[in-house]
C-alpha cells in the first residue's frame, strides 16, 4: 500500500514515523514543499533571539535521518498542486527543476498546516522591511535583515504566541520594540486581568504595547506604522503576527468540505468530507488545517497548536492499520514564556463562556510557587473556571514563574478525566521545599472552590467590586497598615485582620448590609468573614484573588523606561554607567528573591533605615509587582530611584536614600518650626489650633497643620458638592457638620446656641471668624495637611476640601515633624 503525505512537519512527521513503526509493508511517502521537515516550530523566534544558537537544534528530524531509520522516501521541495480522487492521483511541481509529475496513492494524508495572515494593509507593497514567521526560511530571513542592517526599533503587530514570543526575542538582541494589538489584550486565552500580568511584564523588560488600536496603513516604505488612533511608530523592522488561517487550497482542489474559517472538516477518526458531507475513505486531515471537538460542549472549532497535530498523526496511522481509538477532544492545553514568566491555561476562559450563554463560578488565587522558606519561592497566578451546580472544571489559567506548567497540567489532567472541583482537594501531589508545599496551589484552589460550593460565603470579582461599592457596599481591607499605605481600592476602610474584633463597631449596624473584604490575596478576607460571620454578618462577599488581582486588573499597560531617575516625582536621564562616580558610591545589595508583596517595599524600608543619606542601595526582587509599586514608594518617601532594570530573572531597582524632595522636608526644617496636629472637630479647639499657627507663622516658623479624623470637618467647604459616595460615605457626610461655620463647642455647646453664642462674642472683640483665621493662615505660609487615610474612613473627597489643602499620609506627617521645636495635639 502506497500512503502519500502533504506535509513534512509535526502532524505529516508523526504520521510517517508511526505508520513506520506499525507496518514495513507498506511504501511511505513524505512530500514537503521546503527545504526542511519535522522542525521546531515554536523555537523560531528563540533562535531569532540567539537564545537558541545552533541552527541545527531546531531540526527534531533530518531529511536524511528520517530515510535511514524510517525507510521514508521524503521529497522535499516538492509542492502538491492538486487532487484526484477518482483516480486516486495527486499532481506534484519538483520546484528544484520545476517538472511535473503524477503520484497515484491509496491513502493520502493532508496536513498542509496554517499559514500567517498578510492583509492587504495600505502601504504594505511598498515596504521592504514586513516579515511573517512561519518557517525555517522565514527565520533566516529575518534573522539576517536584523543583523545585515543595524536594527534599532521594531514593531510587532499582533499580541497571540507569536508575536509576544516576537517581542520578547527581539528585545534579547537590544532592539526597541513596540507590540501592536488591536484587540484590549494580548494572549486571547488568557481573561483580561491574567494578561495585565503579562502586559506589565512586557513593560517591566523595555516593551512597548499598545492596545486597542489596529494598523491602518505603513508609510515611508515601511519606516512608518500608521494606527487608526491617528498615531504613528517609527520602525526599522516590522513582524506581522496577526493570526494564522489553514492552508486549505489543496483541499479545495480535491473538494472537501470547510467550515466557516475554512477549516477542512473531518469525521472522529480524521477521514474528510466531501463537499456533499460523505467521508472520503482513502483521504485524511490533520493539524492545523482541521476543525477539532471542543472538549466543553462537543461544538467545532480550531486550535492550532503542536499536541493536536501529533496525536492526530499518531492516530491516523493507527487507523490505517486497524487499530480503533476514541474520538479526541481538544481542550487546548497551552502555555508561553514571556521574559521572566510563563503563562499557560486549558480548557475555556470567560469570554467563550459567556459568548456560549454559560454560567460559571469564578476562583482567583496567589500561591507561591513552593515552599516560602525556601529561597527562591515567588507566587503563580492562578485562575480557576467552574460549573458551579456540577463542581465541573471548563478551565484555568496560571501566570507566573517556575512550576506554573506543572499547575495546569494537573488541572487539565483532572479535566481529561471528568473530575470536578472537589478532586483537586483530594489530588496527593509531590511535595519537597524546594519544588512545592503540602498544600499546593492546585489543591488550594480545590479548598477555595469547596468553601463557596458550602455557602461559607460569596466572591465578587474584580471587574464587579467598584459598582458594587457605588451601590453602597461596605469596603473591608484587611491588610496591616503599611500594606494600605502602598496601595488600596478606594473608599476601602483599613482595619487590620489581627484588631478586627476589637473594631467590630466600625462595621455597619445592621449585619444584613453587604460587607466585602479584602486582603492582598484572599486569604485574611477569607478569615475576615469567618470572624464576621460568627459575630452575625451575613451578606458577606470576598473579593476573589485579593488587592493583587485588583491592581494587576487596573495596570495601565504602554510603555516603559528601564533606566531612569525618579525623584519625589521627577523624572531625568540616568547617569547610572558612570563608572567613576559609582565607584565614589556605597552601594549596599538587598535580595528580595522570593519575599512576594509587601516583602520588597517593606525589606526596602527596613535596610534604607540603616543606611545613611547618598548610599545606594541595590533591590533585587522577584515579585512581578515590585516594579509597579517601587516608584510610588520612593517618590512619598523622599529617596531617588535612579534606575530599573531586569537582570537573570530578577527585577533590579537601584535606591539613593533621602535625596528626593520627600526627604528635603526632614533636612530643611530646623528648631524653629512648629507642627500641629488637629484630630478634634470642635470650634474651640479648632480656633486655638489657628491662633496658635497664625503666631508661629508670625514669628518667622515653618508651620505645618495635619487635620486628621474629626479635624477634617474644619477644612470642609461650606455648599454641598456633588461627588460619588456609597451608602455609609453618605450617611457620614449627612452627619458631619459641613465646614468651619458649623463646628460644635467641645463644652456648653447646647445644641449649637454656645457656638452661636461664642462667635457673637467673637465678632464684638474683632477676632476673625474661624474661616477667616484658616483662609489667614494658609496666606502667611501655614501648610494645611489633610490626612489621606481619615479621609478613606470618613468618606471625605478631595473635592469637598478648601482650596490649597494639601493631602498626604502619616509619613509626610511624620517627615515634618522631624527636628521641629514646636509639636501640639489639639
Same mark, same amino acid.
Given at each position: 500500500?502506497?500512503?502519500?503525505?502533504?506535509?513534512?512537519?509535526?502532524?505529516?512527521?508523526?504520521?510517517?514515523?508511526?505508520?513506520?513503526? #506499525?507496518?514495513?509493508?507498506?511504501?511511505?511517502?513524505?512530500?514537503?514543499?521546503?527545504?526542511?521537515?519535522?522542525?521546531?516550530?515554536?523555537?523560531?523566534?528563540?533562535?531569532?533571539?540567539?537564545?537558541?544558537?545552533?541552527?541545527?537544534?531546531?531540526?527534531?528530524?533530518?531529511?536524511?535521518?528520517?530515510?535511514?531509520?524510517?525507510?521514508?522516501?521524503?521529497?522535499?521541495?516538492?509542492?502538491?498542486?492538486?487532487?484526484?480522487?477518482?483516480?486516486?492521483?495527486?499532481?506534484?511541481?519538483?520546484?528544484?527543476?520545476?517538472?511535473?509529475?503524477?503520484?497515484?496513492?491509496?491513502?493520502?494524508?493532508?496536513?498542509?498546516?496554517?499559514?500567517?495572515?498578510?492583509?492587504?494593509?495600505?502601504?504594505?507593497?511598498?515596504?521592504?522591511?514586513?516579515?511573517?514567521?512561519?518557517?525555517?526560511?522565514?527565520?533566516?530571513?529575518?534573522?539576517?535583515?536584523?543583523?545585515?542592517?543595524?536594527?534599532?526599533?521594531?514593531?510587532?503587530?499582533? !499580541?497571540?504566541?507569536?508575536?509576544?514570543?516576537?517581542?520578547?526575542?527581539?528585545?534579547?538582541?537590544?532592539?526597541?520594540?513596540?507590540?501592536?494589538?488591536?484587540?484590549?489584550?494580548?494572549?486571547?486565552?488568557?481573561?483580561?486581568?491574567?494578561?495585565?500580568?503579562?502586559?506589565?511584564?512586557?513593560?517591566?523588560?523595555?516593551?512597548?504595547?499598545?492596545?486597542?488600536?489596529?494598523?491602518?496603513?505603513?508609510?515611508?516604505?515601511?519606516?512608518?506604522?500608521?494606527?487608526?488612533?491617528?498615531?504613528?511608530?517609527?520602525?526599522?523592522?516590522?513582524?506581522?503576527?496577526?493570526?494564522?488561517?489553514?492552508?486549505?487550497?489543496?483541499?479545495?482542489?480535491?473538494?472537501?468540505?470547510?467550515?466557516?474559517?475554512?477549516?477542512?472538516?473531518?469525521?472522529?477518526?480524521?477521514?474528510?468530507?466531501?463537499?456533499?458531507?460523505?467521508?472520503?475513505?482513502?483521504?485524511?486531515?490533520?493539524?492545523?488545517?482541521?476543525?477539532v471537538i471542543n472538549a466543553l460542549d462537543d461544538s467545532s472549532y480550531?486550535?492550532? #497548536?503542536?499536541?493536536?497535530?501529533?496525536?492526530?498523526?499518531?492516530?491516523?496511522?493507527?487507523?490505517?492499520?486497524?487499530?480503533?481509538?476514541?474520538?479526541?477532544?481538544?481542550?487546548?492545553?497551552?502555555?508561553?514564556?514571556?521574559?521572566?514568566?510563563?503563562?499557560?491555561?486549558?480548557?475555556?476562559?470567560?469570554?467563550?463562556?459567556?459568548?456560549?450563554?454559560?454560567?460559571?463560578?469564578?476562583?482567583?488565587?496567589?500561591?507561591?510557587?513552593?515552599?516560602?522558606?525556601?529561597?527562591?519561592?515567588?507566587?503563580?497566578?492562578?485562575?480557576?473556571?467552574?460549573?458551579?451546580?456540577?463542581?465541573?472544571?471548563?478551565?484555568?489559567?496560571?501566570?507566573?514563574?517556575?512550576?506554573?506548567?506543572?499547575?495546569?497540567?494537573?488541572?487539565?489532567?483532572?479535566?481529561?478525566?471528568?473530575?470536578?472541583?472537589?478532586?483537586?482537594?483530594?489530588?496527593?501531589?509531590?511535595?519537597?521545599?524546594?519544588?512545592?508545599?503540602?498544600?499546593?496551589?492546585?489543591?488550594?484552589?480545590?479548598?477555595?472552590?469547596?468553601?463557596?460550593?458550602? !455557602?461559607?460565603y460569596k466572591t465578587v470579582t474584580c471587574y464587579e467590586i467598584d459598582?458594587?461599592?457605588?451601590?453602597?457596599?461596605?469596603?473591608?481591607?484587611?491588610?496591616?497598615?503599611?500594606?494600605?499605605?502602598?496601595?488600596?481600592?478606594?473608599?476601602?476602610?483599613?482595619?487590620?485582620?489581627?484588631?478586627?474584633?476589637?473594631?467590630?463597631?466600625?462595621?455597619?449596624?445592621?449585619?444584613?448590609?453587604?460587607?466585602?473584604?479584602?486582603?492582598?490575596?484572599?486569604?485574611?478576607?477569607?478569615?475576615?468573614?469567618?470572624?464576621?460571620?460568627?459575630?452575625?454578618?451575613?451578606?458577606?462577599?470576598?473579593?476573589?484573588?485579593?488587592?493583587?488581582?485588583?491592581?494587576?486588573?487596573?495596570?495601565?499597560?504602554?510603555?516603559?523606561?528601564?533606566?531612569?531617575?525618579?525623584?519625589?516625582?521627577?523624572?531625568?536621564?540616568?547617569?547610572?554607567?558612570?563608572?567613576?562616580?559609582?565607584?565614589?558610591?556605597?552601594?549596599?545589595?538587598?535580595?528580595?528573591?522570593?519575599?512576594?508583596?509587601?516583602?520588597?517595599?517593606?525589606?526596602?524600608?527596613?535596610?534604607?533605615?540603616?543606611?545613611?543619606?547618598?548610599?545606594?542601595?541595590?533591590?533585587?526582587?522577584?515579585?512581578?509587582?515590585?516594579?509597579?509599586?517601587?516608584?510610588?514608594?520612593?517618590?512619598?518617601?523622599?529617596?531617588? #530611584?535612579?534606575?530599573?532594570?531586569?537582570?537573570?530573572?530578577?527585577?533590579?531597582?537601584?535606591?539613593?536614600?533621602?535625596?528626593?524632595?520627600?526627604?528635603?522636608?526632614?533636612?530643611?526644617?530646623?528648631?524653629?518650626?512648629?507642627?500641629?496636629?488637629?484630630?478634634?472637630?470642635?470650634?474651640?479647639?479648632?480656633?486655638?489650633?489657628?491662633?496658635?499657627?497664625?503666631?508661629?507663622?508670625a514669628q518667622g516658623k515653618k508651620v505645618t497643620v495635619f487635620f486628621?479624623?474629626? !479635624?477634617?470637618?474644619?477644612?470642609?467647604?461650606?455648599?454641598?458638592?456633588?461627588?460619588?459616595?456609597?451608602?455609609?460615605?453618605?450617611?457620614?457626610?449627612?452627619?458631619?457638620?459641613?465646614?468651619?461655620?458649623?463646628?460644635?463647642?467641645?463644652?456648653?455647646?447646647?445644641?449649637?446656641?454656645?457656638?452661636?453664642?461664642?462667635?457673637?462674642?467673637?465678632?464684638?472683640?474683632?477676632?476673625?471668624?474661624?474661616?477667616?483665621?484658616?483662609?489667614?493662615?494658609?496666606?502667611?505660609?501655614?501648610?494645611?495637611?489633610?490626612?489621606?487615610?481619615?479621609?478613606?474612613?470618613?468618606?471625605?473627597?478631595?473635592?469637598?476640601?478648601?482650596?490649597?489643602?494639601?493631602?498626604?499620609?502619616?509619613?509626610?506627617?511624620?517627615?515634618?515633624?522631624?527636628?521641629?521645636?514646636?509639636?501640639?495635639?489639639?
Amino acid at each position: 500500500m502506497r500512503i502519500v503525505i502533504v506535509g513534512g512537519v509535526a502532524g505529516g512527521a508523526s504520521t510517517a514515523a508511526r505508520l513506520r513503526r #506499525l507496518s514495513e509493508k507498506d511504501e511511505i511517502v513524505l512530500i514537503e514543499r521546503d527545504q526542511y521537515i519535522s522542525y521546531a516550530n515554536c523555537g523560531l523566534p528563540y533562535y531569532i533571539g540567539d537564545v537558541i544558537t545552533d541552527k541545527k537544534k531546531l531540526q527534531v528530524q533530518t531529511v536524511e535521518g528520517m530515510k535511514r531509520r524510517f525507510n521514508v522516501d521524503v521529497r522535499v521541495k516538492n509542492e502538491v498542486l492538486s487532487v484526484d480522487k477518482d483516480s486516486k492521483k495527486v499532481s506534484v511541481r519538483d520546484l528544484v527543476n520545476s517538472s511535473t509529475y503524477e503520484l497515484s496513492y491509496d491513502k493520502l494524508i493532508l496536513s498542509c498546516g496554517a499559514k500567517p495572515i498578510k492583509p492587504r494593509i495600505p502601504g504594505i507593497e511598498d515596504a521592504e522591511n514586513v516579515f511573517t514567521l512561519r518557517n525555517i526560511p522565514d527565520t533566516y530571513a529575518i534573522k539576517e535583515y536584523v543583523e545585515s542592517n543595524n536594527i534599532k526599533k521594531a514593531s510587532v503587530i499582533g !499580541g497571540g504566541f507569536i508575536g509576544v514570543e516576537m517581542a520578547e526575542n527581539l528585545a534579547h538582541l537590544g532592539i526597541k520594540v513596540t507590540l501592536i494589538e488591536k484587540m484590549p489584550q494580548v494572549l486571547a486565552p488568557l481573561d483580561f486581568e491574567m494578561a495585565q500580568i503579562i502586559h506589565a511584564e512586557l513593560n517591566n523588560n523595555g516593551v512597548n504595547v499598545i492596545l486597542g488600536d489596529g494598523v491602518s496603513s505603513f508609510s515611508d516604505k515601511g519606516k512608518s506604522v500608521n494606527l487608526e488612533s491617528g498615531n504613528s511608530v517609527e520602525t526599522d523592522l516590522i513582524i506581522l503576527a496577526i493570526g494564522v488561517s489553514p492552508e486549505n487550497e489543496l483541499a479545495k482542489t480535491a473538494k472537501l468540505k470547510l467550515g466557516k474559517r475554512g477549516h477542512v472538516i473531518t469525521t472522529n477518526s480524521f477521514h474528510a468530507l466531501s463537499e456533499e458531507g460523505k467521508e472520503e475513505k482513502d483521504i485524511y486531515a490533520i493539524g492545523d488545517m482541521i476543525e477539532v471537538i471542543n472538549a466543553l460542549d462537543d461544538s467545532s472549532y480550531a486550535v492550532p #497548536l503542536a499536541w493536536g497535530a501529533n496525536r492526530q498523526g499518531r492516530l491516523v496511522a493507527d487507523d490505517i492499520n486497524g487499530i480503533s481509538f476514541e474520538p479526541v477532544k481538544i481542550m487546548g492545553v497551552s502555555i508561553l514564556k514571556v521574559f521572566n514568566l510563563f503563562a499557560a491555561s486549558t480548557g475555556s476562559n470567560e469570554r467563550v463562556l459567556r459568548e456560549k450563554g454559560i454560567e460559571y463560578q469564578v476562583v482567583n488565587a496567589h500561591r507561591g510557587n513552593h515552599a516560602g522558606y525556601y529561597p527562591g519561592s515567588s507566587n503563580i497566578a492562578l485562575k480557576l473556571i467552574y460549573d458551579k451546580k456540577t463542581g465541573r472544571i471548563y478551565g484555568a489559567q496560571a501566570v507566573g514563574r517556575e512550576g506554573t506548567d506543572k499547575r495546569i497540567d494537573v488541572i487539565a489532567t483532572v479535566m481529561r478525566l471528568g473530575g470536578t472541583v472537589y478532586d483537586l482537594s483530594n489530588l496527593e501531589l509531590c511535595y519537597a521545599p524546594p519544588v512545592s508545599s503540602a498544600k499546593d496551589p492546585v489543591n488550594i484552589l480545590g479548598y477555595i472552590a469547596e468553601n463557596i460550593q458550602a !455557602g461559607d460565603y460569596k466572591t465578587v470579582t474584580c471587574y464587579e467590586i467598584d459598582e458594587m461599592v457605588k451601590k453602597g457596599g461596605y469596603l473591608l481591607d484587611v491588610s496591616t497598615e503599611f500594606e494600605y499605605g502602598l496601595g488600596h481600592i478606594e473608599g476601602a476602610v483599613n482595619i487590620d485582620i489581627d484588631v478586627l474584633r476589637n473594631n467590630l463597631d466600625k462595621l455597619p449596624k445592621d449585619k444584613d448590609a453587604p460587607i466585602y473584604a479584602y486582603c492582598q490575596v484572599g486569604l485574611r478576607g477569607y478569615l475576615a468573614l469567618k470572624v464576621l460571620k460568627a459575630h452575625g454578618y451575613t451578606n458577606l462577599y470576598n473579593l476573589s484573588g485579593g488587592y493583587i488581582t485588583y491592581k494587576n486588573y487596573k495596570y495601565k499597560p504602554g510603555g516603559k523606561k528601564i533606566e531612569t531617575i525618579i525623584t519625589g516625582g521627577d523624572m531625568q536621564a540616568s547617569n547610572h554607567n558612570d563608572k567613576k562616580e559609582k565607584e565614589k558610591q556605597n552601594i549596599i545589595d538587598l535580595d528580595c528573591s522570593g519575599l512576594q508583596c509587601p516583602g520588597p517595599i517593606m525589606a526596602t524600608y527596613k535596610k534604607l533605615e540603616e543606611m545613611n543619606r547618598g548610599e545606594i542601595l541595590n533591590v533585587s526582587a522577584t515579585d512581578g509587582g515590585f516594579l509597579m509599586d517601587i516608584e510610588n514608594w520612593v517618590k512619598t518617601n523622599g529617596h531617588t #530611584l535612579k534606575n530599573i532594570t531586569t537582570e537573570n530573572g530578577k527585577y533590579i531597582a537601584t535606591i539613593e536614600k533621602g535625596t528626593g524632595k520627600g526627604a528635603e522636608i526632614a533636612f530643611n526644617i530646623s528648631q524653629e518650626n512648629a507642627t500641629i496636629v488637629l484630630f478634634s472637630g470642635n470650634l474651640d479647639k479648632a480656633l486655638a489650633s489657628m491662633i496658635i499657627a497664625q503666631g508661629a507663622a508670625a514669628q518667622g516658623k515653618k508651620v505645618t497643620v495635619f487635620f486628621t479624623f474629626w !479635624g477634617l470637618n474644619a477644612l470642609r467647604k461650606p455648599k454641598k458638592i456633588k461627588v460619588k459616595k456609597n451608602l455609609i460615605e453618605k450617611m457620614f457626610g449627612a452627619m458631619m457638620p459641613r465646614g468651619a461655620n458649623k463646628l460644635p463647642l467641645s463644652n456648653m455647646n447646647m445644641a449649637g446656641m454656645g457656638s452661636a453664642m461664642i462667635k457673637g462674642i467673637m465678632k464684638k472683640k474683632n477676632v476673625d471668624a474661624l474661616p477667616v483665621m484658616i483662609k489667614t493662615a494658609m496666606d502667611a505660609g501655614v501648610k494645611m495637611i489633610a490626612c489621606t487615610m481619615s479621609m478613606d474612613l470618613m468618606g471625605i473627597k478631595k473635592e469637598e476640601l478648601l482650596d490649597g489643602v494639601e493631602y498626604a499620609g502619616v509619613a509626610t506627617y511624620i517627615s515634618a515633624n522631624e527636628n521641629v521645636g514646636t509639636t501640639l495635639f489639639i
